[in-house]
């Protein structure tokens, strides 16, 4: 406490009629005439106040009118009426700023909205006010969004405008997807033909076997300095898929949706949107133009293809010198039916396009050197954790093995009318 307050300072201290400051048991006591405020330890208020009102901020109480004021650290020892202030009187307490009243974290109220707002950010992050003595506003400072309760008690979104929360909180696929917020459009929206949108928050996916299906968990963990971005897709349920925003669609956009579309496949049913599995759209999404047309692979873009790449059952033969028998490495809590082949075969094309782009780059010294050494079929410095090549052979044998479970659209390039043999019966 000493080091947050004068942090390297070297204070001198002497006998005086006034102390200015006297130290206590787990508090600071600062005189100054005619108040006196103590300073309350900010560990002491973590589960009575949001996130982003403890971390980073000191904490002062006014002994004489019985209030706490939550200064940013940089202006500790200056008060200012933009800061929240704690009003304590008997039987009750009262936080406000201006004309903003802050609802307490143990409120019915602050319960209700951030269960239906945790899927994109931690409830003890979120500043729920009563403005005007009117609104109810919800801020959600890590994803930089804001909804506010409507006329119709419905929880609005500021931006994208127009869009409420719906309660179905279902897109036909994505299922298992824990992560997730469903919005519709107002009921009396202008546009009747207004396509419904869901908000994905990036971040790194964990996925776990619940209840008979995949449940997939994207980390929106962490300090509230840490700032979160997200994915908006807009659910077209003619077309039966999701559409990205074509102003903001990157690589890496495309290969995150591959990527949630492919941990949430249910191999032995169809989602009910899409009308095929989400191994199906994976690939059909790895195969598209949208991935491989690009300048050049960023290190989201690459992480993302080395997940992807992982997804398939890696293979290697039990006795090397003979070639007869395979070890079969599957992941722990995902169907062996979502652990396709093509999985890989796709990522190592987009790596590979990579790799023969890179000519056109600028590179330093140390890259280009690195560059020059390296054969076309290793990796590059972006891929260093792309996981090792099983061997065409291997992953041809499991997709011809396979490809009776899959739809001709899902079959592995590597397939071809060649390796398939006619049946000759006995009796012909």
């Given at each position: 406490?000493?080091?947050?307050?004068?942090?390297?300072?070297?204070?001198?201290?002497?006998?005086?009629?006034?102390?200015?400051?006297?130290?206590?048991?787990?508090?600071?006591?600062?005189?100054?005439?005619?108040?006196?405020?103590?300073?309350?330890?900010?560990?002491?208020?973590?589960?009575?106040?949001?996130?982003?009102?403890?971390?980073?901020?000191?904490?002062?109480?006014?002994?004489?009118?019985?209030?706490?004021?939550?200064?940013?650290?940089?202006?500790?020892?200056?008060?200012?009426?933009?800061?929240?202030?704690?009003?304590?009187?008997?039987?009750?307490?009262?936080?406000?700023?201006?004309?903003?009243?802050?609802?307490?974290?143990?409120?019915?109220?602050?319960?209700?909205?951030?269960?239906?707002?945790?899927?994109?950010?931690?409830?003890?992050?979120?500043?729920?006010?009563?403005?005007?003595?009117?609104?109810?506003?919800?801020?959600?400072?890590?994803?930089?969004?804001?909804?506010?309760?409507?006329?119709?008690?419905?929880?609005?979104?500021?931006?994208?405008?127009?869009?409420?929360?719906?309660?179905?909180?279902?897109?036909?696929?994505?299922?298992?997807?824990?992560?997730?917020?469903?919005?519709?459009?107002?009921?009396?929206?202008?546009?009747?033909?207004?396509?419904?949108?869901?908000?994905?928050?990036?971040?790194?996916?964990?996925?776990?076997?619940?209840?008979?299906?995949?449940?997939?968990?994207?980390?929106?963990?962490?300090?509230?300095?840490?700032?979160?971005?997200?994915?908006?897709?807009?659910?077209?349920?003619?077309?039966?898929?999701?559409?990205?925003?074509?102003?903001?669609?990157?690589?890496?956009?495309?290969?995150?949706?591959?990527?949630?579309?492919?941990?949430?496949?249910?191999?032995?049913?169809?989602?009910?949107?899409?009308?095929?599995?989400?191994?199906?759209?994976?690939?059909?999404?790895?195969?598209?133009?949208?991935?491989?047309?690009?300048?050049?692979?960023?290190?989201?873009?690459?992480?993302?293809?080395?997940?992807?790449?992982?997804?398939?059952?890696?293979?290697?033969?039990?006795?090397?010198?003979?070639?007869?028998?395979?070890?079969?490495?599957?992941l722990k809590g995902l169907p062996v039916a979502s652990q396709h082949c093509?999985?890989?075969?796709?990522?190592?094309?987009?790596?590979?396009?990579?790799?023969?782009?890179?000519?056109?780059?600028?590179?330093?010294?140390?890259?280009?050197?690195?560059?020059?050494?390296?054969?076309?079929?290793?990796?590059?410095?972006?891929?260093?954790?792309?996981?090792?090549?099983?061997?065409?052979?291997?992953?041809?044998?499991?997709?011809?093995?396979?490809?009776?479970?899959?739809?001709?659209?899902?079959?592995?390039?590597?397939?071809?009318?060649?390796?398939?043999?006619?049946?000759?019966?006995?009796?012909?």
């Amino acid at each position: 406490m000493f080091t947050l307050l004068f942090g390297a300072q070297t204070l001198d201290f002497g006998p005086r009629d006034v102390p200015r400051m006297i130290a206590e048991i787990g508090l600071a006591k600062k005189e100054t005439s005619p108040d006196t405020f103590e300073l309350i330890p900010s560990q002491k208020l973590g589960l009575d106040l949001p996130s982003v009102l403890v971390e980073d901020h000191v904490h002062w109480f006014n002994l004489k009118t019985r209030t706490m004021e939550a200064r940013l650290v940089e202006t500790l020892w200056k008060s200012s009426p933009d800061n929240w202030r704690l009003h304590f009187s008997s039987g009750s307490h009262l936080m406000t700023k201006g004309d903003a009243r802050l609802f307490d974290v143990c409120s019915q109220t602050w319960q209700i909205l951030s269960k239906r707002l945790q899927a994109l950010e931690n409830p003890m992050n979120l500043i729920i006010t009563l403005e005007n003595s009117d609104t109810v506003s919800v801020d959600l400072p890590c994803c930089s969004l804001s909804f506010f309760i409507n006329d119709k008690e419905e929880l609005e979104c500021h931006h994208p405008c127009g869009m409420v929360y719906d309660e179905r909180q279902s897109v036909g696929m994505l299922i298992g997807l824990a992560n997730k917020l469903v919005l519709q459009p107002k009921a009396n929206s202008i546009d009747e033909g207004a396509w419904r949108l869901v908000l994905v928050p990036e971040g790194d996916v964990s996925f776990t076997r619940q209840d008979g299906h995949v449940r997939v968990m994207v980390d929106t963990s962490g300090s509230m300095q840490k700032r979160f971005l997200y994915q908006l897709f807009w659910i077209d349920s003619d077309l039966g898929c999701l559409i990205d925003n074509a102003s903001y669609a990157t690589l890496a956009s495309n290969l995150y949706q591959a990527y949630l579309h492919a941990l949430t496949s249910k191999p032995s049913s169809v989602d009910p949107l899409m009308q095929r599995t989400g191994t199906e759209e994976a690939l059909s999404i790895l195969h598209s133009a949208a991935c491989w047309s690009f300048m050049k692979v960023d290190t989201c873009s690459a992480k993302l293809l080395c997940c992807i790449a992982e997804l398939t059952a890696h293979r290697t033969w039990y006795l090397k010198h003979l070639n007869c028998m395979q070890n079969v490495c599957w992941l722990k809590g995902l169907p062996v039916a979502s652990q396709h082949c093509g999985f890989y075969i796709a990522c190592s094309s987009i790596k590979e396009i990579q790799q023969q782009q890179e000519v056109f780059h600028e590179k330093s010294t140390h890259e280009q050197s690195t560059h020059e050494q390296s054969t076309r079929e290793q990796s590059t410095p972006l891929f260093e954790d792309f996981p090792p090549n099983s061997g065409d052979h291997l992953l041809l044998c499991a997709a011809i093995r396979a490809a009776v479970l899959y739809p001709e659209a899902s079959h592995v390039r590597l397939l071809g009318c060649g390796y398939d043999s006619v049946y000759e019966a006995r009796d012909a």
